[in-house]
Structures are given as structure tokens and as C-alpha cells.
């Protein structure tokens, strides 16, 4: 008789990079998600508190469908299920921001872009110019590292139809509000993917303590804004926040979005941040 498929993987089981233990605690609402993201001590707690929210009902529902259903091309495979927290260079110059976890892509792997097409292109990209230790990423332990870069998301569950609503994205907030001051002393350059994104980090940046400009600069790939370094920061040069198009299926069938258009975006970051 075959085994039902469970709707997520319980944490410390065993699963790569799970950062996660039995007992990390739970976030099941917004005010608690806050509380805990802004005591954790340091950032593998951070990460592993991400890792087990369970603050938005409608996500924590979708995810978990999606990983009892599953697509038939992973029909054999076992989902995560779970938020998709943080992960890369824990000292990274470069931190890369993307929307949310693919119901296929990261829900499954437990790694935010690994495994799904958008990813492909990424994590290409990235060892093209340096900040990828492999051109391809497919599960969580299978050897890829970041170099001197991190990637988050601002919203850690997979949505439906990759939309989550203001309060999802208000709800998760503080989970990329909390990273992004975890990693503020070496960061040098913030790499938005998708308009999403660059809204989103926004607050975060904010809640940091960076001196944001007004109004907020328009989206577009290739946009830069520059950011006056915190006193954290271990350099005094500002911080460049960069504008890059999502490598989503979309924008790179259509062409909206080419090898050398991301590649350009990140030998930028790479060289500003050395």
C-alpha cells in the first residue's frame, strides 16, 4: 500500500539544510511572526523560525495541498512544504530579493529558486560572473553555494497563482525585516528580482534603519538607487540597491529578460560590492 503523501516535512527530521529543530518555535499569527523574528539571536535561528511559520492560513493551506497533490512530474518525490527561509553566504556583499517560493520550485526543495526554471536562469547567471559555486541548482544538498551572496524573498511561502495579498506580505514582513539587519554590516549591494521585490524590501530597508529617498525611485531593470551606509556597516561607501526583471518563464521566453541582461546586473553588484 503506498504511503499518503504528507503535507510538509516535520522539522529535524533529517532533510538538507533543514535549519530547523523539533523545538523551534512557531509563529501561528502575524504579532507572534514579529515577536519572534525580532528576538531571534542570530541568523541560522532567524532562518530556522522562517522555516516553520505558520502565521498565514490561506498559505499554510496552499503550500500544503501543493505537497499532498504535487505535480506528476514530482509525483515520486517528497515536498517540503514548509516556508522557505533565507539562505547563502551568512556574511554575503550581496544580497538578492526576490517574491515568493515556487509551489514546485522551493515548496518542494526547501530552497528558495532551486529546482524550478526561474532558478535555472539565477543560479546560471550567477556562476557565470562568480557568485555561484555550480551553473545549476536542483535540491537543497546537492553542493550549490553561494559566494558572497544571499538570497531571501519577501514573502516564504509559495502563494496561489504567485500572489499573496497585503496582509500576507505585511505578515511576513518582519521575517525579511530581521534578515536584512542580520547581514546589514557586510551587505553592499541589494539585488531586486521584480518590481515585487523592490516594493517589498522597501519597509524592510527601512525598519533597518537606512535613509530611504522620497518618493520611492520607479522600478525598472537597471534602476540603482543609492543608499547611505548604517553605522553597522563595515564600510562607509553607500549601499546600491539595483533593479534587475525577474527571471521568470514569462520574461525569458518572451525575451524580456536575456543571459546578458542578467549577467550585466550582476557583474555590477559583484564589482561594487568587492
Not at 105 to 133: E, K
Not at 176 to 201: D, Y
Amino acid at each position: 500500500m503506498a504511503t499518503p503523501n504528507a503535507p510538509f516535512v516535520p522539522p529535524g527530521t533529517g532533510w538538507p539544510e533543514d535549519p530547523a529543530a523539533p523545538d523551534t518555535p512557531v509563529a501561528r499569527g502575524p504579532r507572534e511572526a514579529l515577536e519572534l523574528a525580532e528576538k531571534a539571536p542570530d541568523l541560522d535561528e532567524l532562518c530556522a523560525r522562517q522555516s516553520v511559520c505558520r502565521a498565514c492560513p490561506r498559505l499554510v493551506a496552499w503550500r500544503e495541498k501543493v505537497a499532498v497533490e504535487r505535480r506528476r512530474a514530482f509525483a515520486g518525490e517528497e515536498y517540503w512544504g514548509r516556508p522557505v527561509p533565507g539562505w547563502g553566504d551568512p556574511e554575503p556583499s550581496i544580497l538578492i530579493v526576490g517574491l515568493a517560493p515556487a509551489a514546485h520550485g522551493g515548496n518542494r526543495t526547501g530552497r528558495i529558486f532551486t529546482g524550478d526554471r526561474s532558478g535555472d536562469w539565477l543560479f546560471a547567471s550567477l556562476h557565470r560572473v562568480g557568485l555561484a559555486a555550480q551553473a545549476t541548482s536542483v535540491y537543497a544538498g546537492d553542493g550549490q553555494r553561494l559566494i558572497g551572496a544571499r538570497v531571501a524573498a519577501t514573502v516564504r511561502c509559495a502563494p496561489p497563482d504567485n500572489k499573496p495579498t497585503p496582509d500576507e506580505r505585511a505578515a511576513c514582513l518582519p521575517w525579511l525585516a530581521a534578515e536584512v539587519a542580520q547581514v546589514t554590516p557586510s551587505v553592499r549591494c541589494v539585488v531586486c528580482l521584480g518590481g515585487i521585490a523592490w516594493q517589498g524590501v522597501w519597509p524592510a530597508l527601512k525598519q533597518a534603519g537606512y535613509d530611504l529617498p522620497r518618493p520611492r525611485p520607479k522600478f525598472g531593470h537597471g534602476a540603482e538607487i543609492l543608499l547611505p551606509a548604517l553605522p553597522s556597516s563595515e564600510r562607509s561607501d553607500p549601499v546600491l540597491m539595483l533593479g534587475c526583471y525577474h527571471p521568470s518563464q514569462q520574461n525569458t521566453f518572451t525575451g524580456r529578460v536575456t543571459e546578458a541582461m542578467l549577467d550585466g546586473i550582476f557583474e555590477r553588484a559583484r564589482d561594487y560590492g568587492r
